[in-house]
């Protein structure tokens, strides 16, 4: 159900305060507002079986979102989890992994080519202790490639870093890795970043069942997205996984795509606006 805001409130509250908006002006700012906010983001979660693209949605977003097992591949299909807190959320499509056999494979390529202009934002999972990215790589430079030349946000995320030998120096009461392991994740770090020829920016090293480093990968998701979608994406993480910055720079993504609304109906007192539509939107 799409949610709708009557602005007729804010507007007679302008008018009161000199600010007049001819109603075909008034009808055409509430409607591209209104788009706005009902625009439902999707982010694609892709990568082998097993690397735990579940439990990473699971520990971002702070519930159970997707099924985990840690016996057989549970995803077998696309698998859209609506995320909402008021009438509108995100889409989080949690997709079938790469890598299972050949058959399947060429099934994929399919679905990973009707799904990609679809996605805001694609998640590539790799796993902390696996060396084989032959079919990542397949994958990766056929399907995934153009479309990250194109703009589309996109990053490799090296889940499970906590089992990278070696995995008994992990500091379980620190939530962090011990001095060996840690030198060895950041040397992962650059072999994947090499590896797939991106900037080590857009490479990101966590492990969703330890919660370590998942601030920072919401951090570089928020920053990456277009103004307007910052927001909705970022209400629907888990609260622990918000940072200061990230709370920032959506509230400002926001405001800034406020701004642009109504600067394409009128051209003076846009900030006066805002400010206005910022008193009359608390409940944002």
């Not at 622990?240 to 405001?255: F, L, Q, T, V, Y």
Request: hydrophobic content about 35%; glycine content about 6%; some cysteine.
């Amino acid at each position: 159900m799409s949610k709708k805001v009557n602005y007729q409130g804010f507007f007679e509250s302008l008018g009161k305060q000199g600010v007049k908006i001819p109603k075909e002006f008034q009808s055409k700012i509430e409607d591209q507002l209104n788009n706005k906010l009902n625009y439902e983001p999707k982010i694609g979660v892709f990568g082998k079986t097993g690397v735990g693209k579940s439990s990473l949605c699971n520990a971002v977003f702070g519930r159970d979102v997707c099924p985990i097992s840690d016996v057989e591949s549970c995803t077998r299909e696309p698998k859209e989890v609506f995320l909402s807190i008021g009438d509108k959320g995100l889409k989080l499509v949690d997709v079938p992994g790469v890598g299972e056999s050949g058959d399947r494979d060429t099934e994929y390529t399919e679905l990973y080519e009707n799904l990609f202009p679809e996605l805001d934002l694609i998640l590539w999972v790799l796993k902390g202790d696996d060396r084989a990215f032959a079919s990542d790589e397949q994958f990766y430079k056929k399907l995934v490639r153009p479309y990250i030349q194109a703009g589309k946000p996109f990053f490799i995320v090296i889940n499970q870093v906590d089992k990278i030998e070696p995995f008994r120096e992990w500091d379980e009461k620190n939530n962090r890795p011990g001095g060996r392991q840690a030198k060895n994740i950041d040397d992962k770090h650059r072999v994947v970043a090499g590896y797939f020829e991106l900037p080590m920016a857009q490479v990101l090293t966590i492990s969703a069942n330890e919660k370590y480093h998942l601030v920072e990968l919401v951090d570089a998701v928020i920053h990456s997205l277009p103004k307007d979608k910052k927001m909705v994406v970022l209400k629907e993480v888990a609260e622990e996984n918000r940072s200061k910055n990230a709370i920032k720079e959506a509230e400002s993504g926001w405001w800034d795509t406020v701004k642009d609304v109504v600067s394409d109906v009128i051209d003076t007192t846009v900030d006066y606006v805002v400010d206005k539509i910022k008193s009359w939107f608390s409940w944002w």
